[in-house]
């Protein structure tokens, strides 16, 4: 069946401009993950749903990082007034349900985003 | 959130079998542990997981001793392909995958 698809695939953006970030999950997966990832350094979690809200946002790292994911399934994070340093590969998982140890997440191919 | 410590790289040639071992002395009784492998521009992709003793699937196999103080994840019969990075995590806080920086498995020919 169908991964996780994540689009763009690039994004190559200017410092300043907003950019949005669009995350399919797995069909049937109610919890829903990004992570962002710089060059050399495992993912780094920025934010979990289960279903429709937030379980945990404390890896976002400020308030110019916002997700929602309205209807429990595909997730939008955005991203307002881009800085260099947000620069990164910025991954999407999904898991089956309440992401547990047993849970497996199963992670997109990531959008590589490029701040000017 | 017990923290892992793994060697940054690794070497091998292709058909041998590759130990990659992570220490982790503070797992927590309810802890599993969990690899992921990743290769150059996708995500990391679950190989496998165990809570104790050994774990076998047709990827790979996972030994962990009885103080489950440290786990080694056993990639038999390298081939080129299995060049990648490895990470070694422990438990799952409340939904999020903590990663280190992982093992850069670079397989020869």
């Known amino acids: 069946g169908a991964g996780v698809s994540q689009t763009p695939s690039n994004k190559v953006t200017e410092k300043g401009k907003y950019v949005e970030l669009r995350c399919d999950p797995i069909?049937?997966?109610?919890?829903l993950y990004w992570y962002r990832q710089s060059l050399g350094q495992g993912p780094e979690f920025l934010i979990y749903?289960?279903?429709?809200?937030?379980?945990?946002d404390s890896g976002l790292p400020n308030d110019r990082f916002f997700a929602v994911r309205p209807e429990g399934s595909v997730s939008t994070l955005k991203i307002q007034r881009t800085e260099r340093g947000d620069s990164a590969v910025y991954l999407c998982?999904?898991?089956?349900?309440?992401?547990?140890?047993?849970?497996?997440?199963?992670f997109g191919p990531g959008t590589r985003l490029t701040v000017l | 959130l017990a923290k892992t410590t793994q060697p940054i790289s690794m070497d091998s040639y292709e058909g041998q079998e590759v130990n990659i071992t992570c220490s982790h002395n503070n797992i927590a009784t309810n802890d599993y542990i969990t690899w992921y492998q990743q290769f150059p521009s996708q995500g990391p992709r679950f190989i496998i997981q165990?809570?104790?003793t050994k774990v076998t699937n047709e990827v790979a196999s996972l030994f962990i001793p009885a103080d489950r103080k440290s786990s080694t994840l056993s990639l038999p019969r390298v081939s080129l392909s299995d060049t990648a990075v490895y990470y070694c995590l422990v438990g799952v806080q409340g939904g999020k995958l903590i990663f280190g920086q992982g093992t850069e498995l670079s397989v020869k020919p």
């Open positions: 069909s049937g997966h109610t919890a």
């Open positions: 749903f289960q279903g429709t809200g937030a379980a945990d």
């Open positions: 165990g809570y104790k």
């Open positions: 998982a999904s898991s089956l349900s309440w992401g547990g140890d047993t849970d497996t997440q199963y």
